[in-house]
């Protein structure tokens, strides 16, 4: 689906704000010197806020995806990660927006968590069966994606944290713990196009 069918109105938790007229795009605007930021709306919160981290760790994420997307040769993958980190724009703009704000925006939904699910059947088909536990490794992008991977977890965990003391979409979390499966698979079969054999994990 569209990142926003409706413009760029409605991305201004993921947008530089204008200064005011000046008619310039400001990179600074001073209301967060003092430690808090803004939510999609007009609460503002501590930038340490458990939202703020969670929302800030799928950022993370998706920077990540970003440098794999530029280093990798391969177009199936530079692909698929594409149009997850569209996902994560999503998702960010979703959990820095209150579920009762009045300004309506795209939110992660199970069609997201099923594309994801879809992804990962296909390339268990190609993928041998995993008997045991494999160190994160491997070619460039296989390394990476096992990176990206474990930023997926913290991100999974930093929304469980939110969620405790913050009402949450509650589609993220499934979508994240299906997200890391998918980066988890992917990295196998990245490794696997670059003919590089596994390294089984022995206690």
Same mark, same amino acid.
């Given at each position: 689906?569209?990142? @926003?069918?409706?413009?760029?109105? *409605?991305?201004?938790? =993921?947008? /530089?704000?204008?200064?005011?007229? !000046?008619?310039?795009?400001?990179?600074?605007?001073?209301?967060?010197?003092?430690?808090? &930021?803004?939510?999609?709306?007009?609460?503002?919160? *501590?930038? +340490? +806020?458990?939202?703020?981290?969670?929302?800030? &760790?799928?950022?993370?994420?998706?920077?990540?995806?970003?440098?794999?997307? !530029?280093?990798?040769? @391969?177009? &199936?993958?530079? %692909? %698929?990660?594409?149009?997850?980190?569209?996902? =994560?724009?999503?998702?960010?703009?979703? =959990?820095?927006?209150?579920?009762?704000? *009045?300004?309506?925006?795209?939110?992660?939904?199970? !069609?997201?968590?099923?594309?994801?699910?879809?992804? &990962? +059947?296909?390339?268990?088909?190609?993928?041998? /069966?995993?008997? @045991?536990?494999?160190?994160?490794?491997?070619?460039?992008?296989?390394?990476? =994606?096992?990176?990206?991977?474990?930023?997926?977890?913290?991100?999974?965990?930093?929304?469980?944290?939110? %969620?405790?003391?913050?009402?949450?979409? /509650?589609?993220?979390?499934?979508?994240?713990?299906?997200?890391?499966?998918?980066?988890? $698979?992917?990295?196998?079969?990245? $490794?696997?196009?670059?003919?590089?054999?596994?390294?089984?994990?022995?206690?």
């Amino acid at each position: 689906m569209p990142l @926003n069918p409706e413009g760029p109105r *409605r991305q201004a938790p =993921l947008l /530089p704000l204008i200064a005011r007229g !000046s008619g310039r795009q400001a990179l600074y605007t001073r209301r967060g010197d003092s430690g808090e &930021t803004s939510l999609y709306g007009p609460k503002r919160v *501590r930038k +340490d +806020d458990p939202r703020v981290e969670a929302y800030g &760790t799928i950022d993370e994420l998706n920077s990540v995806l970003g440098v794999i997307v !530029s280093e990798s040769k @391969n177009r &199936t993958i530079a %692909s %698929s990660l594409k149009e997850i980190q569209r996902m =994560l724009f999503v998702a960010g703009g979703d =959990l820095a927006t209150e579920m009762e704000g *009045r300004q309506p925006v795209p939110r992660i939904g199970a !069609s997201q968590t099923m594309r994801l699910e879809e992804l &990962t +059947d296909d390339l268990l088909t190609k993928l041998p /069966p995993l008997r @045991n536990f494999i160190l994160p490794g491997g070619s460039s992008t296989g390394a990476m =994606l096992h990176f990206a991977r474990s930023v997926c977890r913290r991100a999974e965990r930093r929304l469980v944290t939110a %969620s405790r003391s913050r009402e949450v979409n /509650p589609e993220l979390l499934p979508f994240f713990n299906r997200l890391s499966s998918y980066l988890f $698979n992917l990295s196998r079969w990245a $490794n696997k196009r670059a003919g590089v054999k596994e390294d089984v994990w022995k206690g």
